[in-house]
C-alpha cells in the first residue's frame, strides 16, 4: 500500500522559510516522478514542483527563484524548499508521486503565510 506522508507545514511570515519533507513507501521511489502540488480555498489544485528519476526538475512561474525540490532515493523522502514566502503561497500542499493522474497522494500539509 501507498503512504506518503508530509510534514514542515506551519505558519510563517512574508518573507520567511519553511521546508517540506514527504516520506513515501510501498512504492519503488527511486523510480517515480515526484511532485508538490498545491490547493488553495476556492482554487483548483496546481503543480508547484516536480522532480524526475534522474533528478530533472520543473516549477510553477509562480515559485522559480524561491522553491527548490530535491529528493534523496536512500531515504525515499522527496523536500521542498520554500524561500521569500508570499501570502499568495497560503495553501495545503500535497505531495504525489507518480504524476497527477495517479492515485497516490499524501493528506496534505498547511502552509500559511502572514503579511
Known amino acids: 500500500q501507498v503512504q506518503l506522508v508530509e510534514s514542515g507545514g506551519g505558519l510563517v511570515q512574508a518573507g520567511g522559510s519553511l521546508r517540506l519533507s514527504c516520506a513515501a513507501s510501498g512504492i519503488f521511489f527511486t523510480f517515480n516522478v515526484m511532485g508538490w502540488y498545491r490547493q488553495a480555498p476556492g482554487k483548483q489544485r496546481e503543480l508547484v514542483a516536480a522532480?524526475?528519476?534522474?533528478?530533472?526538475?520543473n516549477y510553477a512561474e509562480s515559485v522559480k527563484g524561491r522553491f527548490t525540490i530535491s529528493r534523496d532515493n536512500a531515504k525515499n523522502t522527496v523536500y521542498l524548499q520554500m524561500n521569500s514566502l508570499k501570502p499568495e503561497d497560503t495553501a495545503v500542499y500535497y505531495c504525489?508521486?507518480?504524476?497527477?493522474?495517479?492515485?497516490?497522494w499524501g493528506q496534505g500539509t498547511q502552509v500559511t503565510v502572514s503579511s
Open positions: 522532480i524526475g528519476s534522474g533528478g530533472i526538475t
Open positions: 504525489n508521486a507518480g504524476g497527477a493522474l495517479s492515485r497516490n
